[in-house]
């Protein structure tokens, strides 16, 4: 069982920075793609930004230019950085790692860390 563990939620002002470290219990290049989804209130989850294992970045376009995603293959973790904070991106972030083996695709998730932007 692959395990997926986000940390580094907080409280941040608007137009501030903020990184969420997602730290799995395997080589984050094993897995077709991974990176990041959130979910606001009375929302739906939706994809943040992920990253392939050939290293192609997938943004939504509400934080292109905002949002980026980054691994440590020594430390099996991968990195949300977020910059300009706008207050509509509090939300609980979610780590999503994605494998897709032989037309079987199976998703591993954390348990999420809350991101709250004031101001």
């Known amino acids: 069982q692959v395990q997926v563990v986000e940390s580094g939620g907080g409280l941040v002002q608007s137009g501030g920075r903020l990184r969420l470290t997602c730290s799995v219990s395997?080589?984050?290049?094993?897995?077709?793609?991974i990176g990041w989804y959130r979910q606001a209130p009375g929302a739906q989850r939706e994809m943040g930004a992920t990253?392939?294992?050939?290293?192609?970045?997938n943004r939504a376009e509400a934080v292109k230019g905002r949002f980026t995603v980054s691994r440590d293959n020594a430390q099996n973790t991968v990195t949300l950085h977020m910059s300009r904070l706008k207050p509509e991106d509090p939300a609980v972030y979610y780590c999503?790692?994605?494998?897709?083996?032989?037309?079987?695709?199976?998703?591993?998730w954390g348990q999420g860390t809350q991101v709250t932007v004031s101001g």
């Open positions: 999503n790692a994605h494998d897709e083996v032989w037309g079987t695709e199976r998703d591993y």
């Open positions: 395997r080589d984050t290049l094993s897995f077709t793609s």
């Open positions: 990253l392939s294992n050939n290293e192609v970045l």
